[in-house]
């Protein structure tokens, strides 16, 4: 009994400790820590300890840069800046290989080694540097590399790591959730190996993963100091409108941070499929948590002939401060479906529209109580018309117009008498 309740216990307290250890277990893997480092190696490839990598991985970052650590297995006697000591002089390139938007780099120690008369090494850490690499097309061999910029690298002694300090903007800006790929390392003797012609694996002095079997990518975590959030929320995120007609649509741009200077943002739409949108405002400065209405127009065109759905992305980019590095970092986005539906008769959408207008005011009351009336009245007029003809018919002889009538009762005279008639009248007239 008490066995098993103490293995309960344990039990319990095992997972516990999984479900504790488990944000740390990820944030290690994203992060990069001496513990779980990007790139892992043997010890023991080479004779100098020094010259023998162990663990690369990305320490830190702020907004303006990253820091890496690259261990090796041991200290020289003397790790020093400054005027080397007499003896035979070699230089050894140490280098951090990674890519950043199809770009790829390596961040270079470039360590001078005098090696005297009792064997003991003398270092001089001459410089850092970061350079383009290009490689053999389908394979891990280096064709070659050019300089690009000077960098900041130094010897940590109780690490026994070089320690680069390598600025975001040399790179193109990585954005938080933005990544470097493809990292590796190597040691190179630069006498036997410059570092401006081919370099086999083979010629390494030691090397960690390679090219084509890297270790794990780097996430940028943005590096800020202080909470920047901000997000749109909307009623209806899937809406109709037809063609030729605009649609508003208000927005809340939701925004958070725990810094106490001012934040400016900048907001777009972006449209995928038919139509065009805008945004009014387009911009604004925040300053502490608040919330902000914007408005989307979103305009479809006339010539849309089938039903077609558009997508407008609204984004958001924040600009700040901190420490006197400006920092940016992108809004969560919002997707807004629009279904455009085209003019109902397309080959004639005017003309279709003004008869729509007739037919619908026929089936309305008021239209139809008119044509009835008018019917009526039609009818009306033909009875009329009718029984006049006929009342002519009897009162007027088949003379026609201008004649007298025949007295009533009296049967209409001959045709033949008809042609006489006038020329009496006018014999009357005169004779007044
Ligand atoms: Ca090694
Ligand atoms: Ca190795």
Request: charge should be negative.
């Amino acid at each position: 009994m008490k066995s098993m309740r103490k293995r309960n216990l344990w039990m319990i307290a095992v997972l516990i400790s999984i479900f504790l250890l488990l944000p740390v277990a990820l944030f290690v893997v994203e992060g990069g820590t001496e513990e779980a480092p990007e790139i892992q190696d043997a010890v023991g490839d080479t004779e100098d300890n020094f010259k023998d990598i162990t663990k690369v991985w990305v320490e830190s970052e702020d907004l303006s840069q990253f820091t890496v650590v690259y261990q090796v297995a041991g200290s020289p006697k003397e790790w020093e800046r400054g005027s080397l000591l007499s003896g035979n002089i070699t230089t050894f390139n140490y280098e951090f290989y990674f890519s950043f938007n199809n770009t790829n780099y390596s961040a270079t120690a470039v360590v001078s080694v005098a090696f005297n008369l009792f064997g003991v090494q003398d270092i001089v850490l001459a410089s850092g540097e970061l350079r383009e690499v290009y490689y053999v097309e389908g394979t891990d061999n280096v064709a070659n590399e050019s300089y690009l910029y000077s960098l900041s690298v130094s010897w940590d002694q109780s690490r026994t790591s070089l320690v680069f300090q390598i600025p975001k903007d040399m790179i193109g800006d990585p954005r938080e959730g933005e990544a470097i790929t493809h990292l590796w390392a190597a040691v190179w003797n630069d006498d036997q190996n410059p570092y401006d012609e081919q370099r086999n694996l083979s010629d390494a002095v030691d090397f960690a993963c390679t090219y084509s079997a890297p270790g794990e990518d780097y996430i940028f975590t943005g590096g800020y100091e202080y909470v920047y959030e901000m997000r749109f929320t909307t009623d209806k995120t899937n809406l109709t409108v037809s063609a030729g007609e605009s649609l508003s649509v208000p927005i809340t741009v939701i925004f958070n941070t725990t810094s106490e200077e001012n934040v400016s943002a900048t907001f777009s739409a972006v449209v995928t499929g038919v139509g065009s949108a805008t945004l009014e405002p387009d911009n604004a400065t925040f300053n502490g948590s608040s919330t902000l209405q914007i408005t989307l127009t979103f305009t479809a065109p006339n010539t849309v002939t089938n039903l077609s759905v558009t997508m407008v992305t609204i984004t958001g980019e924040m600009e700040f401060v901190e420490n006197g590095v400006t920092g940016h970092k992108d809004a969560e986005p919002l997707y807004l479906n629009i279904t455009v539906e085209p003019a109902k008769k397309e080959e004639h959408p005017t003309s279709s529209g003004i008869l729509d207008k007739i037919i619908g005011f026929f089936k309305s009351p008021v239209g139809m109580g008119i044509t009835l009336a008018v019917i009526l009245v039609l009818i009306g007029v033909a009875f009329l018309v009718r029984s006049g003809k006929r009342y002519e018919m009897e009162m007027m002889g088949p003379g026609g117009a201008g004649l007298p009538p025949y007295p009533p009762g009296q049967p209409p005279a001959q045709p033949y008498q008809v042609f006489s008639l006038p020329e009496e009248k006018e014999e009357k007239k005169g004779g007044e």
